[in-house]
């Protein structure tokens, strides 16, 4: 039986919250001011000088300013850029749902991103053959599936004619593996 179901009541506030907050961050220009020493580590954890930024509040502040551009990531104000270092992709989906028909994700900082054309979701596989699943959430930005929500995804997809393994949201079909 699957696992995917309702969001948590906390989930679904920080989400909506969320969504009400974001600055309109892709039609700033402001000059490049240099790097600032913020790490975004693979695990999800936000540094500053080395040490996590442990106020939530903070990190969900910077990641609605949070901006992909070809030369890295940056966090970007109407009059400044500062550059960025991301390990892997800046945010992670911590929980899934299904709505109408479409599978909902939620991230590490409130962002809730429906999968379809606009918001694919993508599985690499990394050198030692376990996979690597991602969604696009905004701009560019991506969130790596956290495993366990993986897990949810697999228990719940369907094999297409071709044999892969998937799971279809707005109207695509999901590949999520096949098998070796």
């Given at each position: 039986m699957s696992m995917i179901g309702a969001f948590p009541?906390?989930?679904?506030?920080?989400?909506?919250?969320?969504?009400?907050?974001?600055?309109?961050?892709d039609l700033w220009n402001p000059p490049n001011c240099g790097a600032i020493d913020i790490l975004i580590r693979a695990d999800g954890v936000w540094l500053h000088e080395g040490s996590p930024i442990g106020?939530?509040?903070?990190?969900?502040?910077?990641?609605?300013?949070l901006r992909k551009d070809p030369d890295g990531y940056c966090l970007v104000t109407p009059v400044e850029k500062l550059t960025i270092g991301?390990?892997?992709?800046?945010?992670r989906a911590v929980a899934v749902t299904r709505r109408d028909g479409d599978l909902v994700f939620i991230t590490d900082v409130g962002d809730e991103t429906v999968a379809g054309p606009d918001?694919?979701?993508?599985?690499?596989v990394s050198p030692d053959g376990e996979p690597r699943p991602y969604i696009h959430v905004r701009g560019g930005l991506e969130a790596r599936i956290e495993r366990s929500v993986?897990?949810?995804?697999v228990e719940a997809a369907q094999r297409d004619e071709t044999g892969a393994l998937g799971l279809?949201?707005?109207?695509v079909w999901f590949e999520l593996g096949r098998d070796q």
């Open positions: 009541a906390g989930l679904i506030g920080i989400a909506q919250a969320a969504q009400r907050t974001l600055p309109p961050v106020r939530k509040e903070l990190i969900r502040l910077f990641s609605t300013v991301v390990e892997d992709v800046p945010f918001h694919p979701i993508r599985v690499e993986f897990y949810e995804l279809r949201s707005g109207g």
